[in-house]
C-alpha cells in the first residue's frame, strides 16, 4: 500500500472503529435512567456499567502491546472488532445485569486494540508535526462520539428501546472490521519476541521514566476531568435541571463541539508554533475555566454559564491532546507497542478513578463535580509548568525501538 493511500484511509479506518468503541459509552448515556429502571437497579449500579467499560479499557494494554509488537498491529485490530461487535449484541439481547457487566468490561477491552495497536501504528508511520496533526485531526473525529453519541442516543430513545442502540453498535463494529481488513496496512516493522523479562523490565522503565510522566500525567489528569463530565453530567442536566434527553445531548453537543475546535486549532498552528507553546496555552485555558466552573456553581448559577465554561475546559483539555501524547511517546525508546501500552494504561486508570470517585461521592451536586473537574485541570498544569522537561527534534518519525 503507497505512502499516499494509506495517509488518509488508514487514520479514516483506525478513527472509524475508536468512534464505534467511544459510542458504546457515550451513545447510551441518555438511556442510563431507562436502563436502571428496565434491570431495576440503583443508579450507583447504572453508573457502574460505564466503570466496568472502563476497567476493561484499562485492563488489556500490558498484554496486548506486546502481541501487536510480536504478531502485528493489523491482527489485534482485526480481533478487537470482532469482540466488540459480539459483545454489542450480547448488551442488547441480555436481560440479567451480570452478564451485560460482563459484556461491558470486554467492550472496554476492545478498546484497547485501538488505542494500543492503532495509534502505534500512527506513530510509526509518521514525524513528529505530521504525528501531531493526525492525532489532534483523529482526535477531533473521535469527539464526535460524545459530542453526537448523546443526542443520537436520545433520538434512538424517542422511537425505539434504550437496546436499539446497541444493535446499532454491533452493525457499527462489523462495519469497522471490514473497512480494516480492506485498508490497513500490515506492519513491516522488526517482531520482537515474548520475553516475559523483557517486557516487564521495559514496562518499568517506561511507566517510571520522568520525562514520560512529565507527558503523560498532564494527559491524564485532564482525560479525568472531561470524564467525570461525562459520568455525571446526565444524571445532573436530566434529573437535578429537569431536562429532556434530547436537551442533554444538544449540551453535550456544545461542549465537545469546543473539543473539535481546540483540535482544529491545533491542527491548524502545530508548523507555525512549538508544541510546548499549544500545550501551556490549552492548559492555561482549561484552568481559569475550571476555576471560574467552581465559582459559578457555587452561586448556583444558570446551566446555561455552567455548560459555557466546561466548553472552554473540553478546549483547553484539546489542545494538548495530540502534542501531550506524541510527546510522551517521544521520551521512550522501547518497542512502540509497549510505550503505547503504558501510555493508554494510565489514561485508562485515570478513566476508572473518575468513574469510581463520581459513583462513590456523587451528591447531585454541580459544585461538587465542579471541584472534580477543577482538581484535574489544577494537578495538570503543576505537573507540566513546573517539572523540566526534555527538548526534542521536531522532523524525525518515531522509530521502533
Known amino acids: 500500500m503507497s505512502q499516499d493511500k494509506y495517509s488518509f484511509w488508514f487514520p479514516f479506518s483506525v478513527v472509524f472503529f475508536e468512534i464505534a468503541t467511544y459510542l458504546a459509552n457515550d451513545m447510551y448515556l441518555p438511556g442510563l435512567p431507562a436502563l436502571m429502571e428496565d434491570f431495576h437497579i440503583s443508579q450507583l449500579q447504572a453508573q457502574n456499567t460505564l466503570l466496568y467499560w472502563f476497567l476493561g479499557s484499562a485492563s488489556m494494554q500490558l498484554l496486548i502491546g506486546p502481541l501487536s509488537d510480536r504478531y502485528g498491529r493489523k491482527i489485534i485490530l482485526l480481533l478487537g472488532a470482532v469482540l466488540f461487535t459480539a459483545t454489542s449484541f450480547i448488551c442488547a439481547n441480555t436481560t440479567q445485569i451480570i452478564p451485560f ?13 485501538v488505542v494500543v495497536a492503532g495509534y502505534a501504528a500512527i506513530h510509526e508511520l509518521y ?6 496533526k493526525i492525532i489532534s485531526l483523529m482526535g477531533s473525529v473521535v469527539v464526535l462520539a460524545p459530542a453526537f453519541g448523546p443526542i443520537i442516543g436520545a433520538l434512538i430513545l424517542e422511537l425505539a428501546h434504550w437496546r436499539s442502540i446497541f444493535y446499532v453498535l454491533g452493525i457499527s463494529g462489523l462495519l469497522s472490521f471490514i473497512l480494516l481488513l480492506k485498508v490497513m496496512p500490515q506492519s513491516k516493522n522488526e517482531r520482537f519476541p515474548m520475553h516475559v523479562k523483557s517486557i516487564v523490565k521495559d514496562y518499568a522503565v517506561i511507566a517510571t521514566r520522568k520525562h514520560f510522566l512529565v507527558f503523560t ?3 491524564c489528569f485532564m482525560f479525568l476531568s472531561l470524564i467525570s463530565w461525562v459520568v455525571e453530567s446526565p444524571f445532573l442536566i436530566i ?6 434527553t434530547v436537551e442533554y445531548g444538544l ?9 473539535i475546535i481546540g483540535a482544529q486549532i491545533t491542527s491548524l498552528s502545530v508548523h507555525r508554533v512549538h508544541p510546548i507553546i499549544i500545550i501551556k496555552v490549552g492548559l492555561s485555558i482549561a484552568l481559569m475555566a475550571s476555576l471560574l466552573l467552581i465559582v459559578f456553581s457555587a452561586q448556583h448559577a444558570p446551566l446555561a454559564m455552567i455548560v459555557i465554561l466546561m466548553m472552554f475546559v473540553a478546549l483547553g483539555f484539546a489542545m494538548t491532546f495530540g502534542p ?7 521520551s521512550c525508546f522501547e518497542p512502540m507497542g509497549r510505550r503505547m501500552a503504558i501510555l493508554s494504561s494510565y489514561m485508562g486508570f485515570s478513566g476508572v478513578m473518575a468513574t469510581f470517585i463520581v459513583g462513590e461521592f456523587e451528591s447531585d451536586s454541580m459544585f461538587n463535580l465542579s471541584l472534580m473537574i477543577c482538581l484535574g485541570s489544577m494537578l495538570a498544569f503543576v505537573v ?16 521502533v525501538h
Open 101 to 113: 457487566f460482563i459484556a461491558r468490561f470486554i467492550q472496554g477491552c476492545a478498546v484497547c486494540s
Open 127 to 132: 514525524e513528529t508535526r505530521v504525528a501531531i
Open 217 to 219: 500525567l498532564p494527559f
Open 239 to 244: 434529573d437535578t435541571y429537569h431536562k429532556t
Open 251 to 259: 449540551i453535550q453537543l456544545y461542549v465537545f463541539g469546543f473539543f
Open 324 to 330: 501531550l501524547s506524541r510527546f510522551a511517546i517521544e
Open 384 to 399: 507540566f509548568f513546573f517539572i523540566k522537561k526534555p527538548n526534542f527534534a521536531l522532523d524525525e518519525k518515531v522509530s
